[in-house]
T-cell receptor, first 116, second 111 residues
Framework: GAVVSQHPSRVICKSGTSVKIECRSLDFQATTMFWYRQFPKQSLMLMATSNEGSKATYEQGVEKDKFLINHASLTLSTLTVTSAHPEDSSFYIC????????????FGPGTRLTVL | SQQGEEDPQALSIQEGENATMNCSYKTSINNLQWYRQNSGRGLVHLILIRSNEREKHSGRLRVTLDTSKKSSSLLITASRAADTASYFCATVSGGYNKLIFGAGTRLAVHP
């Protein structure tokens, strides 16, 4: 149980285009989903916290107009990188907390974004 | 923002040896968690230790927590080649369930 999926696993796009990444909790309802970014050989940096039905809370320094987050249901959150540029190339990982749980976050497999 | 540092940044050992990784953090915490990440993959939750606990075991893993020093250690005993991965500590503070990750330790276990 407690499986989180991400789609797509890899995406390559041209500079200036927008990319949408989906994060789904497959077998549980997630009140909260988190989005992280990870550059090569670095740690995970929290970008935003997403609660179902409300606006996401962004960490300091993360542009909310560039990284649009929608959490429309208890099983789906999406991250849209708008007008992507090469510096947005990174590994994006989502996680979800179980409706009935509190402390443990379940992580998706990640999405590798390459902007040419 | 990152909570603190982990050391060593990289660790290379032989199969059968023990691996110890350390994590330091800056603020008071509710709990501290350890995760493993295989190259280019998502994270796997290993163990959670609460702020009022000092030691916890899970299989070949042993985690200690010293809140007075704001530090934690992860010991992997009798390491295997399959333990090769990056290991991250992450802390949870305050009323939010946000994880703040340390810099990570890259462990290589050689057969």
């Amino acid at each position: 149980g407690a499986v989180v999926s991400q789609h797509p696993s890899r995406v390559i796009c041209k500079s200036g285009t927008s990319v949408k990444i989906e994060c789904r909790s497959l077998d549980f309802q997630a009140t909260t989903m988190f989005w992280y970014r990870q550059f090569p050989k670095q740690s995970l940096m929290l970008m935003a916290t997403s609660n179902e039905g409300s606006k996401a809370t962004y960490e300091q320094g993360v542009e909310k107009d560039k990284f649009l987050i929608n959490h429309a249901s208890l099983t789906l959150s999406t991250l849209t990188v708008t007008s992507a540029h090469p510096e947005d190339s990174s590994f994006y990982i989502c996680s979800a907390t179980h409706l009935a749980g509190y402390n443990e976050q379940f992580f998706g497999p990640g999405t590798r974004l390459t902007v040419l | 923002s990152q909570q603190g540092e982990e050391d060593p940044q990289a660790l290379s050992i032989q199969e059968g040896e023990n691996a110890t990784m350390n994590c330091s953090y800056k603020t008071s915490i509710n709990n501290l968690q350890w995760y493993r990440q295989n190259s280019g993959r998502g994270l796997v939750h290993l163990i959670l230790i609460r702020s009022n606990e000092r030691e916890k075991h899970s299989g070949r893993l042993r985690v200690t927590l010293d809140t007075s020093k704001k530090s934690s250690s992860l010991l992997i005993t009798a390491s295997r080649a399959a333990d090769t991965a990056s290991y991250f500590c992450a802390t949870v503070s305050g009323g939010y369930n946000k994880l703040i990750f340390g810099a990570g330790t890259r462990l290589a276990v050689h057969p």
